[in-house]
């Protein structure tokens, strides 16, 4: 059974920054694609960023590219979202997923299918 507990969430205005993180459970984290994924209201759900087991290999939603960064730390199961120059269209509930089968593949899935496990996710507003 693995759990994902985000935080790091909060109001924050245009411009500023925020560090999501993403707690994980469960012994082979390591060997976890990550993605975090966000859903504005009333909106589809958005992949934002995915980063492979090794952390070799990042991807980015274009929405995001040059200003939020991926990153994890195998040792401490933790997966980090480091937003910056953020803007009001970035305000969402941001959740992480693990895709426990991340080992197997060569790049990070933008595709929601592919993730096995959830958090619950953290609320970010960018005022404007």
């Known amino acids: 059974q693995v759990q994902l507990v985000e935080s790091g969430g909060g109001l924050v205005q245009a411009g500023g920054s925020l560090r999501l993180s993403c707690a994980a459970s469960?012994?082979?984290?390591?060997?976890?694609?990550m993605g975090w994924f966000r859903r504005a209201s009333g909106q589809e759900r958005e992949f934002v960023a995915g980063i492979t087991w090794s952390g070799s290999f990042t991807d980015y939603a274009d929405s995001v590219k040059g200003r939020f960064t991926i990153s994890r730390n195998n040792a401490v199961n933790t997966v980090y979202l480091q937003m910056s120059s953020l803007k009001p269209e970035d305000s969402a509930i941001y959740c992480c997923?693990?895709?426990?089968?991340?080992?197997?593949?060569?790049?990070?899935?933008?595709?929601?299918?592919?993730?096995?496990?959830w958090g619950q996710g953290t609320q970010v507003t960018v005022s404007s």
């Open positions: 469960g012994r082979t984290f390591s060997r976890y694609a």
């Open positions: 997923a693990a895709d426990a089968r991340g080992y197997i593949r060569a790049k990070v899935s933008g595709d929601a299918d592919t993730y096995n496990y």
